[in-house]
């Protein structure tokens, strides 16, 4: 356009008003195609060119770790419950055979001294609390998890195991 415009104002003469006019808005024109050109250029090298590169190249990784992350809290949430599931079934019928010990326990007491019966209890409570820890130790491993890499310190893994039965008052959980 410029150009034309240019042309078109030497051929009515750059002597005339309309000639010399037409020959300025040229020129003009000329150089905003020019700058449009040069910021089109400069837009395409600083932000479209990089852009692109990022989703060709960075935006597929992403998107990869992305899958993989999902898919590990997928398995952290499934492990969490099967140790959560295997923890319950562990722990009801255990509770039971305790119950049904101390019961029979009870039963006879009158032909068993005081001091045998306390310590039938704590035997059996302890065989218990070993029991728990077993049965958790297991799952943990079979899970491939190691309760001092896991960072579980003895007394949160003994509170995990003993549901918490062995925990003072003035403790803490």
């Known amino acids: 356009?410029?150009?034309?415009?240019?042309?078109?104002?030497n051929e009515f003469g750059t002597e005339t008003p309309y000639g010399s006019a037409l020959i300025r808005v040229g020129q003009s024109e000329q150089r905003?195609?020019?700058?449009?050109?040069?910021?089109?250029q400069s837009t395409n090298q600083g932000m479209i060119l990089p852009l692109q590169s990022f989703?060709?190249?960075?935006?597929?990784?992403?998107?990869?770790?992305?899958?993989?992350?999902?898919?590990?809290?997928?398995?952290?949430d499934a492990a969490k419950n099967k140790v959560k599931k295997e923890r319950?079934?562990?722990?009801?019928?255990?509770?039971m055979e305790v119950v049904d010990s101390r019961a029979a326990l009870n039963q006879t007491a009158p032909s068993c001294p005081p001091a045998c019966c306390g310590s039938l209890v704590l035997s059996i409570s302890s065989l218990a609390q070993q029991a728990r820890q077993l049965l958790?130790?297991?799952?943990?491993q079979a899970l491939g998890i190691r309760p001092v890499m896991a960072g579980v310190p003895g007394e949160i893994f003994d509170y995990l195991t003993t549901g918490g039965?062995?925990?003072?008052?003035?403790?803490?959980?």
């Open 136 to 140: 958790l130790r297991r799952v943990l």
């Open 88 to 95: 319950k079934e562990f722990m009801q019928p255990k509770q």
């Open 1 to 9: 356009l410029g150009t034309d415009m240019i042309e078109a104002g």
């Open 55 to 76: 989703l060709d190249g960075e935006m597929k990784n992403i998107m990869r770790e992305r899958r993989v992350l999902e898919n590990k809290r997928l398995d952290l």
């Open 165 to 173: 039965d062995n925990i003072s008052a003035d403790e803490e959980p």
């Open 32 to 40: 905003l195609g020019s700058l449009e050109k040069e910021y089109i």
